[in-house]
């Protein structure tokens, strides 16, 4: 048009800031135009130019145009919070949200989108129920795109009883309404109500089967999960990086390591879906807890570009595999490269420690958790209790316990006691256990830890008398089970399990091999278990 | 903090408050029988010239089975519950039904019963041994064994027949051999069932034994099933000789046209005394086409001996019989998962569980620790202490075999080629026990074997464990 001289007039120039939205690099050159022909005191074209910066980030320059406005009207000021929402600058939005009010402008079912947007970002619940009750005061349209908005919101405050109660009231409702609603049931353990909403939706997106994936994901469902996926698949529909992410964390959890070799090669390697940083991380995380620990590593070394969740994934990977010396080399590796630890990363470090029996080390590393300004949490003091256990510094690990700064949870007085077992100190158990029981009468493994130390000590009426107690309290042992996978198929064992149609092939393979064990050296110096079958 | 711990006296975990709030109740009371004669009649009962009539025979299996794995049952709920007392007192015969108690499958109610004085005839009998026999208690079965000696049944063929088998699938072959030697009447499925059972015990030498006292009798016309049997005690006994011997006594004396059930047997012996090279002689040398099972045979036993090249080869000739074993000609399908989902950290409520409670008596717990005191002289020493019941040794050494970590890595042995890794989920804490035996089965068997359980992974290879034993 420029070219051909053709006269433009300021709604072309709306026009064309828009389009300028997903260019980059171009919109500058239109702002110099729009400024020599005259448009720039135009509201609309101002307008045009807050909403093009506030869509491309650039919170400063829509500021700036907002604050030589001589005259704006509603769209203006929602362009400007809709802009900070963008940013994640939810302060300066609500900051503005206020002036506007202030100003006595007249806010729109749109402005209050945006509103409830910054809120559902702040994760401020009364702040939303604040503005919630000033749309209705005012009240302002209840579009469906609103009540969506504060679906959200509720959903993302945490309050599921309020999204609920709007959900239900809403006379029509979308694939986001539903969705949302996934989404909160989800967050808060209701999968079947989530899988239900997911059923009742007339029509679904990538957004809501995502949704519905990582709530079985998220609520340690992970072959739902899987299967969901699969259901997906064959209706058509391509994943997007988060259904991946989800659908690897089920792999992680399930140990499907053949499932997600299909994902990584089909979806990622062939590049149908971008790779990226979060990806990789997922990767990195699936590939360790499946068991390939290799390649874990190799995928974390060939990564261009690395954040924080990174590195904890391989630290902690290689930590769990006794990989101790390779994690805390990645650890300096990982300080050398400018990265500051954080709570999850010493998590990993102390945890590698106690795999390795590196007593002083993990002295040095839980001491410099301070310099590093970070405070020890629970589960710090758990991991540093779990490595002075095990080693035998049991006085050591319990004097430890009684200078914690928190309450001792769980996990601290399982670490000691399993020590103990370990060790043979039987008075100490004693402790250990009677804080445990009180802390969960419902944990089998402390009984079974418990009758095990008894065993050991050949007191098999103490032995008898934890059963009764386990009967008396009505706690129940979980039983043990083991999965393998052959060819993407998983098969479940429990102890002396005949169900498989090869069980008899089965027995007599480990026949077979117990008594090939006659040939080997098979003297057992065997640590124990604090829960086995 | 200030610590605190038990006030209980040095030789008790428990204070003396805990004790006294978890005391047991009292025992069950006790019923005295009330026949005053061995033999006489009851009222219901029938007379004991018409037993077998209108009633299934006593048909036992037969086949022999082929593995020593003992018997283990899916256990109900029943026999795991405290006994509660009964408030009966005595009860008449013409009140109680006890073949429609059987049917509601209340069979403890049934015992009791009759150790009172009810009278039971040959199909409560007959019900009561099948209900033992399904749930391998030997306590409950001799509790049984006592009722039907001091019946008018006593001598009945057909339930004694029913007692041996109750004894050979509860792992009591003692027991079982009594009540054998004592039948007049014994039916050669009942001497296949006794040699199998000697066999599936680890003794094959004692099944040995009686299929040479039946050859003496000479009473029995010895069929296919015989030698079945009769192999298999041989390779439970590890007897390589004495196995082509009856194979060739069963052609040449009786006449006998070995199927391919013998030539697996024949496997078997040499199978399982390491002679793998012997074994693939012979399959080479049958007369008839060897199946897929035999080729199978040939991989578990080359996968137990690490033989790699056996292996490789042997599979490469059951993928011509059995062209649906090539995995590379398969798009790789989505994951199955195996019996019903659940979810790994709320398996507790959702996992089928097959626990045995198998009750051994003495007799039984010694042959246990002639078997285990034989496996300590070869260096194999199972570390007991993981087992928490207040039982015998060999006891505890059995109740250690069949841990679930150990049968899923049998099945990958023979589900999978040659040199691939094994991954294992276990939703506890590996015992030491097993951590022990996994790493000896990872040398024996030249592969990797990672387990993940529920604090780390154990990575193991050529005996040895990524943990260094400290976990």
């Known amino acids: ?533 | 903090m200030a610590s605190s711990s038990f006030s209980g006296t040095a030789n008790s975990i428990f204070s003396p408050n805990t004790l006294l709030k978890f005391r047991l109740p009292p025992s069950t009371l006790h019923f005295q029988p009330l026949y005053a004669a061995p033999h006489e009649p009851s009222a219901t009962a029938s007379p004991p010239q018409h037993s077998g009539r209108n009633t299934s025979r006593y048909s036992p299996q037969s086949r022999p089975r082929r593995n020593n794995k003992p018997d283990y049952k899916k256990t109900t709920t029943t026999i795991q519950k405290e006994a509660k007392p009964l408030t009966v007192s005595l009860i008449s015969a013409d009140d109680v039904n006890l073949m429609t108690l059987c049917n509601e499958g209340k069979f403890e109610e049934v015992i009791q019963y009759v150790t009172q004085g009810v009278g039971a005839d040959f199909r409560v009998f007959e019900a009561l041994l099948s209900y033992c026999t399904k749930l391998a208690s030997l306590d409950v079965g001799e509790k049984v064994h006592e009722l039907l000696i001091r019946s008018p049944w006593s001598n009945n063929v057909e339930l004694n027949g029913r007692l041996v088998e109750m004894y050979v699938k509860s792992g009591s072959m003692r027991n079982a051999r009594k009540v054998f030697d004592k039948m007049r009447e014994k039916k050669l499925e009942l001497w296949h069932l006794m040699i199998s059972g000697y066999a599936e015990s680890g003794d094959g030498e004692s099944g040995l034994h009686l299929f040479e006292h039946m050859r003496k009798l000479r009473v029995l016309e010895l069929n296919g099933d015989t030698f079945s049997a009769v192999l298999s005690a041989c390779a439970s006994k590890g007897a390589v000789k004495q196995g082509f011997v009856y194979f060739e006594l069963m052609k040449n004396e009786y006449g006998i046209v070995p199927e391919i059930e013998h030539y697996l047997g024949i496997i078997d012996v040499l199978g399982k005394s390491g002679h793998l090279n012997e074994a693939l002689e012979f399959v080479e040398d049958m007369p008839i086409e060897p199946t897929k099972e035999v080729w199978q045979s040939i991989i578990n036993f080359a996968r137990i001996h690490g033989d790699i090249e056996l292996e490789d080869r042997a599979e490469e000739l059951l993928i011509r019989l059995d062209s649906s074993r090539n995995m590379a000609d398969k798009p790789l399908a989505p994951f199955q998962k195996r019996h019903s989902q659940f979810n790994m950290l709320e398996g507790k409520d959702r996992v089928n569980e097959f626990k045995s409670t198998i009750q051994h008596r003495a007799d039984a717990y010694e042959k246990l620790k002639g078997l285990s005191g034989q496996m300590r002289d070869a260096g194999y020493v199972p570390d007991t202490r993981y087992v928490l019941h207040d039982i015998d040794e060999a006891a505890k050494e059995q109740a250690l075999m069949y841990h679930s970590e150990r049968l899923a890595i049998a099945y990958g042995l023979i589900s999978t080629p040659a040199r691939t890794t094994l991954r294992i989920i276990k939703n506890l804490r590996i015992c030491g026990d097993c951590h022990n035996a996994i790493k000896i089965m990872s040398k024996i068997v030249g592969r990797e074997l990672i387990v993940r359980d529920n604090k780390r992974f154990h990575h193991f290879r050529d005996g040895k464990c990524s943990c260094n034993d400290y976990w």
């Open chain 1, 1 to 533: 048009m420029v070219r051909e001289s053709v006269e433009m007039d300021k709604r072309s120039y709306v026009f064309v800031l828009k389009g300028c939205s997903v260019l980059e690099g171009v919109g500058g050159s239109v702002h110099c135009r729009i400024w020599k022909v005259g448009f720039f005191n135009d509201l609309i074209v101002r307008n045009g130019l807050i909403h093009f910066y506030g869509e491309s980030g650039k919170v400063v320059d829509a500021q700036k145009v907002f604050d030589e406005s001589p005259v704006r009207d509603v769209v203006t000021w929602t362009s400007l919070i809709d802009g900070y929402v963008k940013r994640n600058m939810v302060d300066e939005a609500l900051g503005l949200f206020e002036l506007m009010c202030s100003n006595g402008v007249e806010f729109n079912d749109v402005t209050m989108i945006t509103v409830f947007s910054a809120c559902s970002l702040k994760g401020d619940l009364s702040l939303g129920k604040s503005v919630h009750e000033l749309v209705e005061k005012r009240g302002v349209k209840c579009s469906l795109n609103l009540m969506n908005a504060v679906l959200d919101m509720y959903v993302k405050c945490g309050c599921l009883p309020m999204a609920k109660e709007i959900f239900d009231k809403m006379e029509i409702k979308d694939v986001f309404s539903w969705t949302s609603m996934i989404h909160g049931y989800a967050k808060n353990g209701e999968v079947d109500m989530a899988k239900k909403c997911f059923s009742d939706m007339l029509e679904r997106n990538i957004v809501s089967w995502t949704a519905m994936i990582a709530c079985y994901s998220q609520n340690n469902r992970p072959w739902e999960a899987l299967e969901l996926f699969h259901e997906m698949e064959k209706q058509g529909l391509v994943p997007i990086e988060s259904t991946l992410v989800s659908v690897l964390s089920a792999c992680a959890q399930s140990g499907s390591l053949d499932f997600a070799r299909r994902i990584h090669d089909y979806y990622i390697k062939q590049k149908r879906v971008k790779y990226s940083v979060i990806l990789a991380n997922a990767l990195i995380d699936m590939y360790g807890k499946c068991g390939s620990m290799d390649v874990a590593r190799d995928l974390f070394h060939e990564m261009p570009e690395r954040d924080l969740v990174s590195w904890n994934s391989v630290i902690v990977g290689c930590a769990s595999h006794g990989l101790a010396e390779k994690a805390l080399n990645l650890f300096e590796q990982m300080k050398c490269t400018g990265f500051k630890p954080d709570s999850i990363t010493f998590v990993g470090v102390l945890s590698a420690c106690a795999h390795g029996g590196l007593v002083n080390q993990g002295w040095e590393y839980f001491r410099s958790m301070e310099l590093n300004g970070l405070l020890a949490e629970v589960i710090h003091y758990a991991c540093m209790v779990d490595l002075l256990s095990r080693s035998g510094h049991l006085k050591e690990a319990y004097n430890l316990i009684k200078q914690m700064p928190m309450e001792p949870d769980k996990a601290v007085w399982g670490a000691l006691l399993n020590g103990c077992r370990m060790h043979g100190n039987v008075e100490l158990a004693k402790v250990a256990a009677e804080k445990l029981i009180e802390l969960d009468p419902q944990d089998s493994g402390i009984y079974v830890l418990l009758a095990s130390l008894c065993a050991d000590e050949r007191k098999w009426a103490d032995v008898r008398m934890v059963r009764t107690l386990m009967r008396a309290k009505g706690v129940k042992k979980n039983p043990g089970y083991s999965l393998m996978e052959v060819d993407g198929n998983f098969y479940e064992f429990v102890v002396a399990d005949d169900s498989h149609p090869q069980s008899r092939a089965i027995y007599r393979m480990l026949d077979e091999i117990m008594l090939l064990s006659k040939l080997e050296e098979y003297v057992s110096d065997a640590q124990p278990a604090d829960e086995f079958s």
